[in-house]
T-cell receptor, first 112, second 112 residues
Framework: SQQGEEDPQALSIQEGENATMNCSYKTSINNLQWYRQNSGRGLVHLILIRSNEREKHSGRLRVTLDTSKKSSSLLITASRAADTASYFCATAGRSNDYKLSFGAGTTVTVRA | EAGVTQFPSHSVIEKGQTVTLRCDPISGHDNLYWYRRVMGKEIKFLLHFVKESKQDESGMPNNRFLAERTGGTYSTLKVQPAELEDSGVYFC??????????FGPGTRLTVT
């Protein structure tokens, strides 16, 4: 069964706006990671947040984690056309932290 | 530093034929993983190597799939004989430790 589920499935925003997407998961985790996939390319690792962390920043990215609600959010601030991509959350379990479980992804389109 | 590379980028074969996918991990990464995404579904874990040893192959769909990593460097994933439902994108990833996995661009497999 799917561990991570992203919401929304698709998002269209204007350049300069912020984009927020959410991820919910089912079982206890060691960490949660966000990846980006541009069309036809591989997955690019964006950020990792551990289960004992609540918030993490990397450039224009802000990730939060609420383990009590089993959810995470990814915020991209001041979006650019180059941010157009699919975004995936992936969880690593406590007992097997090498095995990533992915959600179906959120497709983000940034309009110029 | 070169990233994870995969070959071929796209393969089209007929049902019943054999296909071998190759992955070259980042130099020095002992951990190597295979994932796949079949149409409309989420990315799923197939297996994990540490050097040349299979640590976990619980995600391999059936015995038509064989992964090897002789010498602990590059890995191959052979599908024999291929079936229609094997179509999808096969990703390889590598990591130094298990936390952050670096993905290749994927091989798109089409079985007709």
């Amino acid at each position: 069964s799917q561990q991570g589920e992203e919401d929304p499935q698709a998002l269209s925003i204007q350049e300069g706006e912020n984009a927020t997407m959410n991820c919910s998961y089912k079982t206890s985790i060691n960490n949660l990671q966000w990846y980006r996939q541009n069309s036809g390319r591989g997955l690019v690792h964006l950020i990792l947040i551990r289960s004992n962390e609540r918030e993490k920043h990397s450039g224009r990215l802000r990730v939060t984690l609420d383990t009590s609600k089993k959810s995470s959010s990814l915020l991209i601030t001041a979006s650019r056309a180059a941010d157009t991509a699919s975004y995936f959350c992936a969880t690593a379990g406590r007992s097997n932290d090498y095995k990533l479980s992915f959600g179906a992804g959120t497709t983000v389109t940034v309009r110029a | 530093e070169a990233g994870v590379t995969q070959f071929p980028s796209h393969s089209v074969i007929e049902k019943g034929q054999t296909v071998t996918l190759r992955c070259d991990p980042i130099s020095g990464h002992d951990n190597l993983y295979w994932y796949r995404r079949v149409m409309g579904k989420e990315i799923k874990f197939l297996l994990h190597f540490v050097k040349e040893s299979k640590q976990d192959e619980s995600g391999m769909p059936n015995n038509r799939f064989l992964a090897e990593r002789t010498g602990g460097t590059y890995s191959t994933l052979k599908v024999q004989p291929a079936e229609l439902e094997d179509s999808g994108v096969y990703f390889c990833a590598s990591s130094h430790r298990t936390a952050e996995q670096y993905f290749g661009p994927g091989t798109r497999l089409t079985v007709t």
